[in-house]
């Protein structure tokens, strides 16, 4: 499943830095696509604005077929108070900017499963594949905007794949 | 020394996951089915049936019905039954297949399977496929899983790629297939004497893992085992099938429902016929995400049992839990 997960948020970094480049972040010393895996990032005292943070809930498993069929919760979320040269008051234009670029980073729905515990990474024999996105209602936070978008993603477990 | 057990249970009610499927040919020439005994292989591990069992999965929707007819005769003023008559023997089984796949397909669909041969240039669109290309003769050193060709047929051949192994269509009539029949030719002229027939609806296929100079290494086993000197092999891109067709798919089959507490219920039709025509089941994941299962439906045909002359159409065993009374 970790390869099914670290293909579908490299994928969505890899496409991220076409859509908008300048969507960036500074973490760690470190200037990169404005896009996390909450659960590999310490964890911050506030949400981070203007980028987008992947958080993995849920998870099945279709046991019943030829190939285990992993199904797991993605919850894309993000939070913007707009720009200090506008006094926030274009926060609703940002979020509808990181809406659109959800929509962009998640079609087309599927990419080539790939390791990247090996270096370099392998590309595996499987597609892994994601449902459309389901948008939350917008959560309001004193002078900032959210939302969670969730997304099912799929990957078949091949063979001796931890 | 004398050994003992804790007192057993009572009979427990089966409670199982789900039904396992699993397929063998039936011999149409003698019509021979493949035959299960649960005496003697009752317990097989359900990844690893007996020869010549193919195993299909896990099958959803699984339903038999038993649709035999009784009578009654009636004696007396006012008439009262005394006796019973079975008039009609008769039983249905549907199902859906989760995977797809040549076999899975090809029960489902009922009629000819056919294999998508790679065209030819030039040839005439056709639904089930047009002429394909020339087929490539083995040589010797074959075996189940890898086809002997020559270095310059193997070059035409890249790893991933599908073929059919079968032998030329040379004007015979009757079952043809190796290893399973898999259609019924009544005259060449109805299979416009087409040397790439048998080929066409082979069940005899595979997929290629590498090819060297020496001929095609096989993801799969073939199904003819060894494949005779005779055959030559195809390239496909994959299969069809048709609503319609004259053929009958016929196969021995096995349904196995593993318990909670160890026992086992085998149910065992020696001859499974197509009844209906290709449908598919789409079951959703997460919208618009749906699965789509292979829907299929049969008959069964009955076969006499040995041990009594009595003709039957399912062997329905139960292998009880070893906690249990019985």
Known sequence: MQNAKDTFYITLRSRLAAVNPARTMTLRAATRPGILVSEAEAPPAQPLLDVFALNWTGMQADLQLPAILARMTCEIRYCTAGTQNNAGLDRGRALEEMDSEVLKLLYPYSAPKVNYTQDPAVTMETIVFWSEPEFDPITTLRDSLSRTVKVTVFAFQEQGEQ | MSTSTSMPLPALPPTGRSVRAYFAPVDRVHQAPTLFDPSLNGR?????????????????????????????????????????????????????????????????????????????????????????????????????????????????????????????????????GSGVYAAYISSAAAVNNDPDYIRRVSFNVARVTSSSNTGLQLAQPLIAGVPAATMRVQPISGFVDREGGRFFQEWSALFVIDGEQGERIVFHYPRLQSLGGPAETATALAPPLERFALSAAFRALPVTDANDGEQVVCFRSFLPSPVTLV
């Open chain 2, 44 to 176: 097989f591990a359900a990844s690893t049936p007996p020869s010549p069992w193919i195993d299909l999965g896990w099958i959803e929707s699984f339903e038999r019905r038993s649709t035999s007819k009784f009578g009654e005769l009636m004696t007396g003023s006012p008439g009262t039954t005394q006796f019973q008559v079975r008039q009609t023997l008769d039983a249905t089984v549907s199902l859906r297949f989760k995977a797809w796949s040549k076999l899975s397909m090809a029960l489902a669909a009922g009629s000819q399977h056919m294999n998508l041969i790679v065209p030819a240039a030039g040839g005439a669109p056709n639904g089930s496929g047009s002429r394909g290309v020339a087929p490539v003769s083995l040589i010797a050193g074959s075996t189940s899983t890898f086809l002997a060709i020559s270095a310059s047929d193997a070059a035409g051949f890249s790893p991933g790629s599908l073929v059919t192994v079968d032998v030329d269509y040379a004007a015979q009539t009757g079952y043809v």
